[in-house]
């Protein structure tokens, strides 16, 4: 009976165990987009790419205000890109 109580026990804990770490990996990839606007991070990533091997930065290829929604997550994505 001891051991039935035990067995029980430790499965319990291993499940519970398990659910929590399955909702703090969701809360890690939830968190885990890049920027608040893709649109313009996507952009950024695009034109960095083009850029690889230039020797260039976010401010100096960014040609003007409004060339995206937003100029910080468009030189995030330049950077990635341009990177990888």
Known sequence: MKKIIMLSLLLT???SCKKSDNS???QNV???TPCEDMDSYNQGVSEGRSQK???TDCDTYYPYEGWANNKECWCKGF???YRN
């Open 13 to 15: 804990l291993s499940i």
């Open 24 to 26: 703090t990996t969701n």
């Open 30 to 32: 939830q968190s885990s």
């Open 53 to 55: 091997g230039i020797l």
């Open 79 to 81: 950077n990635e890109g």
